[in-house]
């Protein structure tokens, strides 16, 4: 069992009630909110039910670029210029990348990344909210809100007590926790299923199993880290459980099954902006369809939210106005999303025939390859990541205008 440092008995006291911001969720979506905050003079509260990085959420492969241009790079355990992809009877085929992949250890990555952030963190279950936000009478667009009451707070209700802010981050996961709405539970809603392990072992090669006597839609994967590998199964249908295929493949790989690690993975863009809440990553459907690559998205709309929540504490734009910006934002990205999930689809329906082997042989050229990701890491660059480096706090530009 993993050991759980979460604060527990007497020193679960009530959090104390008001901020300038609330985000919840401590993992890549929330710390990389979190960041754009920094020097901003702020009172950011960030909430987890665990502690920074105590809990991993994925196989943690992400493009070296992001990693790097945050200053992440400490985390870095292996990095990959190639895929290899496996197809039924033995069949494999290398795929070379215009880019490189790392595998990197979550819990120094959690770590780096809520160094450079500026806030107060405290452990609580998050369990719901009351809006103070609804939406104009017309109806209308996402994050075309009124205030209901004069301060426009949101209060987000958790095991320790209630805190609120004008400014609340859903960065909660696929739950979706702080939606106004009526959320769709799994296997209805539109999520995938992943599961993996995290044995002792090494290997050279980021790899692919397209192979139907895994899974019927979807793909198994063995990522290298170090001193582990991370072996697992994702299904699009949420309906096909991958706890058997996991088993299969660790044998095939010759790996013991031991700490296991899953959840369901969203494969539909959502709204980024609900009743007055900013939600983002995997609460905002931001895990891209196909790959159920979710860390980069993460980290991507979660700089575009800071960014803009950074705006409102500056006194630029008001609240209402980076509600309207961050949903537009992401809407933005919505039809990339809608082309990937055709995409997955085509997996799904190919995967059990004959063609799909040709599929994978045709993007053993180099050329081919380049060119299809590159334009997939076009959807959330790395140099987004770059841009727009935070401004200086309030006092600070005082302090300068004065000198
Ligand atoms: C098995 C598996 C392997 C994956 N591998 C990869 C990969 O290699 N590369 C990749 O890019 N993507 C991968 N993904 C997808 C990726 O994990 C997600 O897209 C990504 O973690 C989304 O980040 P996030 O910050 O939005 O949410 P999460 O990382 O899920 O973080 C949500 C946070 O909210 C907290 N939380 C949730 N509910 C509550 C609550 N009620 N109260 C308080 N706190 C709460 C959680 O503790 C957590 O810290 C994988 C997914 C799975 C399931």
């Not at 993993?2 to 901020?19: F, H, M, N, Q, Y």
């Not at 979506?29 to 665990?50: C, I, M, P």
């Not at 992440?72 to 992809?85: C, E, K, M, R, Y």
Request: glycine share 8%.
């Amino acid at each position: 069992m993993p050991v759980r440092a979460t604060k527990r008995g007497a020193e679960r006291t009530p959090l104390d009630g008001s901020w300038d911001v609330v985000i919840c969720g401590a993992s890549f979506a929330g710390l990389a909110v979190a960041r754009e905050l920094r020097a901003s003079d702020a009172r950011v509260l960030v909430l987890d039910r665990y502690e920074i990085g105590e809990r991993q959420t994925s196989a943690c492969a992400a493009p070296t670029q992001w990693l790097v241009n945050l200053g992440l790079d400490g985390a870095i355990q292996q990095t990959f210029s190639s895929l290899l992809v496996h197809a039924p009877r033995g069949r494999s085929f290398r795929w070379s990348l215009p880019w490189t992949f790392s595998t990197f250890d979550y819990r120094t990555l959690c770590a780096l990344l809520a160094a450079q952030g500026d806030f107060t963190f405290e452990t609580a279950k998050i369990s719901g909210r009351t809006g103070f936000a609804v939406r104009n009478a017309s109806g209308a667009a996402p994050g075309d809100v009124t205030p209901r009451n004069a301060s426009g707070d949101v209060t987000v209700h958790t095991d320790r007590g209630d805190v609120s802010a004008p400014l609340v981050v859903d960065a909660l996961g696929w739950r979706r926790v702080l939606s106004a709405e009526a959320n769709v539970q799994p296997p209805r809603a539109r999520l995938s299923r992943g599961l993996e392990i995290h044995p002792d072992g090494n290997g050279r090669d980021l790899e692919l199993w397209l192979d139907p006597r895994y899974v019927r839609a979807g793909y198994g994967w063995s990522f290298p880290a170090d001193t582990e590998v991370r072996v697992g199964v994702g299904s699009f249908e949420p309906r096909d459980h991958v706890k058997e295929p996991t088993l299969a493949l660790a044998r095939e790989v010759d790996v013991p099954a031991v700490r296991f690690q899953g959840n369901w993975i969203p494969h539909q863009i959502r709204a980024a902006v609900d009743d007055g809440v900013f939600f983002v990553g995997d609460s905002a459907g931001h895990c891209l369809p196909t790959t159920a690559e979710g860390i980069r998205t993460a980290l991507y709309f979660g700089i575009a939210c800071g960014r803009e929540l950074r705006a409102v504490l500056d006194g630029q734009r008001t609240r209402e106005e980076v509600l309207a910006r961050y949903a537009a934002f992401s809407g933005e990205h919505a039809w990339k999303f809608g082309a990937l999930l055709k995409v997955q689809n085509a997996v799904g329906r190919l995967n059990p025939t004959p063609l799909m082997p040709l599929v994978l042989r045709a993007l053993t050229s180099r050329r081919l390859a380049h060119w299809a990701f590159e334009h997939y890491l076009a959807i959330a660059p790395p140099s987004f990541a770059l841009a727009g480096e935070p401004l200086p706090s309030p006092r600070a530009r005082a302090a300068a205008a004065a000198a």
